[in-house]
């Protein structure tokens, strides 16, 4: 039987490091599946039509109009203070950028639409995922 030479060995034992290296880095690689975090759960007949029904403390209002329902972060994409609702617009007491219930901005400084979120509508409750 022939005799392994020290190259052999030294080739066969970095090509076992490699190739778990490889394993190794495919692992964390690896993209996950995005878990849903429900962020709060409401009634459907607590949300008033063609109104805002606001979570303070989640910064988050749910918003029904014309019998849809959608949801939208009240943190102001200028500097993140907390969003008032008014008749038909969201409006940042800060320095005054105003919103529609989509979240689009109608008047600055805020250059950015305000984060929609998920929603999904169960058993007569509406869930509001990111």
Same mark, same amino acid.
């Given at each position: 039987?022939? #005799? ?15 190739? %778990? ?8 690689? !690896?993209?996950?599946?995005? %878990? ?51 008749? !038909?617009e969201l409006v ?14 109608? !008047? ?7 984060? %929609?979120? *998920?929603?999904? #509508? *169960?058993?007569? !409750?509406? %869930?509001?995922?990111?």
């Amino acid at each position: 039987m022939a #005799e392994i030479t020290p190259s052999r060995r030294r080739f066969v034992v970095a090509l076992a490091f490699l190739v %778990s290296g490889f394993f190794a880095l495919a692992r964390f690689l !690896k993209p996950t599946g995005k %878990s849903k975090k429900t962020l709060l759960t409401a009634a459907k007949e607590d949300i008033p039509g063609n109104g805002a029904l606001v979570y303070k403390e989640a910064r988050v209002a749910i918003i029904q109009e014309s019998g849809k329902i959608s949801a939208v972060s009240l943190v102001c994409t200028h500097l993140g203070c907390t969003v008032s609702a008014a008749s !038909k617009e969201l409006v940042c007491p800060c320095h005054g950028s105003i919103f529609d219930w989509e979240g689009n901005v109608l !008047k600055g400084p805020a250059d950015r639409p305000l984060p %929609s979120y *998920r929603v999904e #509508e *169960r058993d007569g !409750k509406i %869930s509001v995922t990111m």
